[in-house]
């Protein structure tokens, strides 16, 4: 389109004007990436070498901020907490999801309004949810969950949800669930995406539902799964606000079950303004991500179907 | 992408079945209603928390330590939303989030249709080059550059002040949102465009004439779910704004429990957290086809 005749200025190559044009348009994102994202992560991988304790200048020390984090108790604590928050809330979101997306997908009466009263909590800040569910899940007998688990005798005395240490992360992967409608959304587009035919042709065969499930649907909508889990496991990696919101502080308590790896960098970085130490736990979450989503990528050529020519 | 097409698929589905000669639509079957009636119970466990959180802001502080549980007030505690006023400026925190999130949103939204669009439409060596290196900034945790960033703003004198919120979100917009509004280009035909640049249009005039009109939803979406991130986030205000008079909503929720008034329950930052969540509910029915539309379209919910 760039050499319709008549249309090209004089003495310029219209192919090059175009190209001129689209830096211009990348212009913001150009400078954005270089300002706010290479050039401070270079800074930042220069402070993880070095001890760097606001108000005192960056002193050069080489690698020992992460020999001192790997034989940091408080580190591989807060590694677990994340670690098994990220890998037991993304598959459990999923599964939630597809098991409403799944009774969301039947022909039935009504379902653009469950469909969207079961996604909207999946939009609600969580700030104000994590407050809501600490007054739902309150440790003593006036909370409304041990309330209720009382009052249908599950349960003799309350259960110290939020403040009792081998219980606290399991009450925030159980509240994350509010969340679910998001996948759903995505589970429900995926299987409403799936050619009837396809169907058809293994009714005819005679698969049943479950066997349909497995052979048809999860392989073709499997990229978008595994994209969704893919950025949901980033995110779950970086979970804050639910901890700090619980805790009160910065502090991941009870007992630093709470102390995800972003609580344990903001309160060494901007707690004890411990720059450098803060920075190299940074990247060696930034190495974890990196991994999880290479690694994810690599397993799932062998069972993620892309349809010809999608992508 | 096959998602446009998916859709159509979707909608050709639903004609026809819609129109099949004494179809199964209506028969109730008990396993129809079986799951009807688990959506029912599921949509309540959903919504229970909203009750929740309107019953509770408005209860006495005696209502909340009674057994059996109150489940609604006797009377409508109405005042404690002043007591909870009273405790910090919370009309204030509002105008200050709305401010923020004002400008987010259109620093975001304007340049990451800019973006969108060059990447969807116009051929510059490289262009793949930077479609990859924005979607890979995805990946990288938000405090590996937040640090360097920190002190830069620092040596800038902006913080306590609201420009490292803001600024930011004019470069570029963020990889989602680059990313959801080139695949809406994307489905956008060319003839249009084309027959503009027969015209004489410029790149920016089809930007700004064809372009832009045609993807007023996605712009919406992308403004929404940008506005709801800089609404609810905790991280960049804790970390930037330190004097108390300058605080956002999200802030102050987490700060409330030092401030709160002895003798009282929860109810006053639940006041606080339905100020947080009423706003996102009104914007949610408004434009809630358009955000299911907009899942439907990328495959990805944020």
């Given at each position: 389109?760039?050499?319709?005749p ?16 689209g ?8 400078l ?6 290479l ?15 606001l ?10 901020n992460?020999?001192?984090l790997?034989s940091?108790?408080t580190?591989?604590?807060s590694?677990?907490v994340t ?10 979101g ?14 039935i ?20 949810s994590?407050?809501?569910?600490k007054d ?9 969950f041990n309330?209720i ?38 589970w429900?587009a995926g ?18 539902a ?5 052979a ?8 978008t ?6 950025l ?13 919101v ?10 630093g079950?709470l102390?995800f ?21 940074a ?29 | 992408?096959?998602v ?17 000669p004494?179809?199964?639509r209506?028969?109730w ?6 799951i ?7 949509t309540?466990?959903?919504l229970f ?12 502080t005696?209502?909340?330590q ?41 620093g975001?939204v304007?340049?990451?249709s ?7 439409r116009?051929r510059f ?7 990859n290196?924005i ?17 830069i ?23 989602f949102?680059?990313f959801?509004?080139?695949?809406f ?31 007023k ?19 960049g ?23 709160q008034?002895?003798?009282?329950g ?20 408004f ?9 439907n ?6």
């Open positions: 389109m760039a050499d319709i008549g249309i090209a200025k004089t003495g310029h190559n219209p192919r090059r004007r175009e190209a001129a044009a830096y211009g348009f990348m212009l913001p994102v150009i954005g990436l270089l300002i706010w994202t050039i401070p992560m270079v800074i930042s991988l220069y402070y993880s070498f070095t001890r760097y304790n108000p005192k200048p960056a002193k050069f020390i080489g690698g020992s992460y020999t001192t790997f940091d108790s580190f591989y604590n590694l677990k670690v098994v928050f990220a890998i037991v809330s993304v598959p459990l999923l599964a939630v999801g597809l098991l409403i997306a799944v009774l969301l997908n039947q022909r009466p009504g379902m653009r309004i469950f469909r969207t009263l079961i996604y909207l909590p999946a939009v609600i800040p969580l700030v104000a994590a407050v809501v569910f739902m899940m309150s440790p003593s007998n006036y909370g409304l309330y688990l009382m009052k249908l005798h599950l349960r003799s005395t309350p259960i110290e949800f939020f403040t009792n240490p081998s219980t606290a992360l399991w009450s925030v992967i159980f509240m994350a669930l509010w969340g679910s409608g998001g996948s759903m959304l995505v429900l299987l409403q995406s799936v050619p009837e035919d396809l169907y058809e042709a293994s009714r005819v065969d005679g698969a049943g479950i066997r349909r499930f497995f048809i649907t999860l392989p073709i909508i499997s990229p799964i595994l994209f969704n889990a893919v949901g496991i980033i995110g779950s990696l970086q979970v804050f606000i639910q901890s700090l619980i805790s009160g502080s910065a502090n991941g308590s009870p007992l079950s102390d790896i972003d609580v344990f960098i903001y309160r060494h970085s901007f707690g004890t303004l411990q720059m450098g130490y803060g920075a190299a736990a990247w060696v979450l930034f190495a974890i991500v990196l991994v999880v989503t290479l690694l994810f990528f690599r397993l799932s050529r062998r069972w993620v179907f892309y349809q010809g020519g999608d992508r | 992408m096959a446009a097409e998916t859709l159509q698929q979707y909608e050709a589905r639903r004609a026809r079945l819609a129109g099949r004494g179809g199964r209506r028969r079957t008990p396993g129809r209603i079986a009807v009636v688990v959506l029912v119970i599921t309540c466990f959903f928390p909203f009750f929740w959180v309107v019953s509770t802001s408005l209860q006495t005696v209502e909340q009674t057994l059996p549980k109150v489940w609604w007030p006797s009377v409508l505690q109405w005042h404690n939303f002043s007591v909870a006023w009273a405790v910090a400026p919370f009309t204030t925190y509002l105008w200050h989030t709305a401010l923020i999130v004002a400008l987010v949103v259109a975001s304007s340049s990451a800019l973006v969108a669009f060059a990447l969807a116009m060596p490289g262009r793949e080059f930077w479609f290196a979607l890979s900034t995805m990946m990288l945790p938000g405090t590996v550059t937040l640090i360097p960033l920190y002190l703003f620092k040596d800038l004198g902006w913080l306590d002040t609201y420009l490292p919120l803001i600024v930011p979100a004019f470069f570029g917009g963020g990889p949102n680059i959801l509004l080139r695949q280009i994307l489905g956008i035909p060319r003839d249009m465009d084309e027959a503009a640049r027969v015209d004489g249009a410029g790149w920016l005039r089809i930007y700004w004439n064809i372009v832009l009109p045609t993807i939803p996605a712009l919406a979406v992308t403004a929404w779910m940008t506005g709801l991130a800089t609404w609810g986030d905790l991280f205000p804790l970390i930037f704004l330190t004097s108390s008079q300058k605080w956002t909503l999200a802030l102050s929720i987490y700060e409330f429990p030092q401030m008034p002895t003798g009282w929860s109810q006053l930052v639940m006041c606080i957290a339905l100020v947080v969540m009423l706003p996102v509910v009104i914007g949610f029915f434009l809630q086809r358009w955000l299911i539309e907009g899942v379209l990328t495959g990805v919910s944020r």
